[in-house]
């Protein structure tokens, strides 16, 4: 793959005004539209989006479709889109001992994707291993133009030095590391490290069921619990003290204990460890989240038993969620989603009687389980990154 068109990228993208910037979001969101409708949506004059977008086409970032007769006014006209599949974006989701890595297009959808053990922990040799994945993963079409890094668990920033945001990941056994500079030497282009259930959430609302939405509050189950909230279109920042405290929101005094010494927090209900543990308990030997999902699914009274408590829990952390911060749409993402499916009718029942007997009063989207949507989160904010500018 080649990276040198990044480059080309770097100057010309920074000295581009807001406008600009705007045009290429809303292309890349909504798909292509005349230069009237976006003139419109937009609040721009057709000359200045003329203006605007001439030196986007000749770079290539845009490109015109065929002749159609434009909606707004009957006349020809050549949609503009971005060239999507020209711009290719890495995503790195590391969690302790594997690296999920994808390559997607402009719009963030999935060229190629591969996951596997980090064979050395080391700062410098996950960096290698990722421009080893790049390289396989790459085919050789559309130029890299940014990769984005996420990472889970109690991974933060920890200080920042030199405007450098260091990062602290135990679950890797690294301590104040200058992860961006690395990787961008490693892969010789812009990087972005973000917090995973955040970069989820960037995810959803410009390609995801968010789409479109203002507000909305993103919920993540399986090994962790994650929450984050768009609230104006805008990312709510949380630190991670904030994060450990959601997962620990008691819901039910007197329910499972977590290892915390907690009765009843989300997490011992909701979290992978705790679904298995809870069902192997009452099925008498280990068993692992997806065969619990399975019995249950099939209708093994233990199972089944320990998904429709977790799926009354949920069904109340999400009142919780949508009544104190009243976003009226809650996303449901993460790999232990299968819960929320398998028992939607004990989820809807709390859910309802948590919010005052009010039927329906949250929209309860839920997402796929695939595990690849971290890695794609990645690529989200590395998109989000060369879009506006910021980081
Ligand atoms: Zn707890």
């Given at each position: 793959?080649?990276?040198?068109?990044?480059?080309?990228?770097?100057?010309?993208?920074?000295?581009?005004?807001?406008?600009?910037?705007?045009?290429?979001?809303?292309?890349?969101?909504?798909?292509?539209?005349?230069?009237?409708?976006?003139?419109?949506?937009?609040?721009?004059?057709?000359?200045?989006?003329?203006?605007?977008?001439?030196?986007?086409?000749?770079?290539?970032?845009?490109?015109?479709?065929?002749?159609?007769?434009?909606?707004?006014?009957?006349?020809?006209?050549?949609?503009?889109?971005?060239?999507?599949?020209?711009?290719?974006?890495?995503?790195?989701?590391?969690?302790?001992?594997?690296?999920?890595?994808?390559?997607?297009?402009?719009?963030?959808?999935?060229?190629?994707?591969?996951?596997?053990p980090i064979g050395d922990q080391s700062p410098d040799a996950v960096c290698r291993q990722a421009r080893r994945l790049l390289d396989e993963l790459s085919g050789?079409?559309?130029?890299?133009?940014?990769?984005?890094?996420?990472?889970?668990?109690?991974?933060?920033?920890?200080?920042?030095?030199?405007?450098?945001?260091?990062?602290?990941?135990?679950?890797?056994?690294?301590?104040?590391?200058?992860?961006?500079?690395?990787?961008?030497?490693?892969?010789?282009?812009?990087?972005?490290?973000?917090?995973?259930?955040?970069?989820?959430?960037?995810?959803?609302?410009?390609?995801?069921?968010?789409?479109?939405?203002?507000?909305?509050?993103?919920?993540?189950?399986?090994?962790?619990?994650?929450?984050?909230?768009?609230?104006?279109?805008?990312?709510?920042?949380?630190?991670?003290?904030?994060?450990?405290?959601?997962?620990?929101?008691?819901?039910?005094?007197?329910?499972?204990?977590?290892?915390?010494?907690?009765?009843?927090?989300?997490?011992?209900?909701?979290?992978?460890?705790?679904?298995?543990?809870?069902?192997?308990?009452?099925?008498?030997?280990?068993?692992?989240?997806?065969?619990?999902?399975?019995?249950?699914?099939?209708?093994?009274?233990?199972?089944?038993?320990?998904?429709?408590?977790?799926?009354?829990?949920?069904?109340?952390?999400?009142?919780?969620?949508?009544?104190?911060?009243?976003?009226?749409?809650?996303?449901?993402?993460?790999e232990g989603v299968e819960l929320a499916r398998i028992a939607k009718d004990e989820l809807a029942l709390a859910l309802t009687a948590n919010r005052r007997d009010l039927p329906d009063s949250v929209d309860v989207v839920?997402?796929?389980?695939?595990?690849?949507?971290?890695?794609?989160?990645?690529?989200?904010?590395?998109?989000?990154?060369?879009?506006?500018?910021?980081?």
């Amino acid at each position: 793959m080649r990276t040198v068109g990044a480059r080309r990228w770097v100057g010309m993208w920074d000295a581009l005004p807001d406008a600009a910037r705007s045009i290429v979001k809303e292309l890349i969101i909504h798909g292509p539209q005349s230069r009237t409708a976006l003139a419109k949506t937009l609040d721009l004059s057709t000359g200045s989006l003329t203006r605007l977008t001439k030196p986007l086409i000749d770079a290539g970032l845009l490109v015109e479709g065929d002749v159609v007769h434009d909606p707004v006014n009957g006349r020809p006209t050549r949609p503009l889109d971005v060239a999507a599949g020209e711009h290719r974006f890495l995503g790195l989701k590391l969690t302790a001992d594997r690296v999920h890595a994808v390559v997607t297009d402009l719009r963030a959808e999935i060229i190629a994707a591969r996951d596997e053990p980090i064979g050395d922990q080391s700062p410098d040799a996950v960096c290698r291993q990722a421009r080893r994945l790049l390289d396989e993963l790459s085919g050789g079409a559309g130029a890299l133009v940014g990769a984005g890094v996420t990472l889970g668990g109690n991974a933060r920033a920890s200080a920042q030095v030199g405007g450098e945001r260091l990062v602290d990941a135990p679950f890797l056994g690294w301590r104040q590391v200058e992860l961006r500079p690395l990787m961008e030497r490693a892969l010789g282009v812009p990087c972005v490290v973000q917090n995973d259930v955040a970069a989820l959430a960037h995810q959803h609302h410009w390609f995801g069921p968010g789409r479109g939405l203002r507000d909305f509050a993103l919920v993540t189950i399986g090994a962790g619990i994650g929450y984050a909230l768009i609230m104006h279109d805008h990312l709510a920042v949380a630190t991670e003290a904030d994060l450990g405290m959601f997962a620990h929101l008691v819901l039910h005094p007197g329910g499972p204990m977590c290892p915390e010494g907690h009765r009843g927090c989300a997490a011992s209900y909701l979290s992978s460890w705790a679904v298995e543990t809870c069902a192997g308990q009452g099925l008498r030997r280990p068993v692992t989240y997806d065969e619990v999902m399975r019995l249950a699914a099939a209708g093994d009274r233990v199972c089944l038993g320990v998904v429709r408590e977790a799926a009354h829990a949920l069904g109340r952390l999400i009142a919780l969620v949508a009544t104190v911060s009243t976003a009226k749409t809650v996303v449901l993402a993460g790999e232990g989603v299968e819960l929320a499916r398998i028992a939607k009718d004990e989820l809807a029942l709390a859910l309802t009687a948590n919010r005052r007997d009010l039927p329906d009063s949250v929209d309860v989207v839920i997402e796929s389980d695939d595990f690849r949507e971290w890695a794609r989160g990645g690529a989200v904010v590395a998109i989000q990154s060369f879009v506006t500018g910021s980081d």
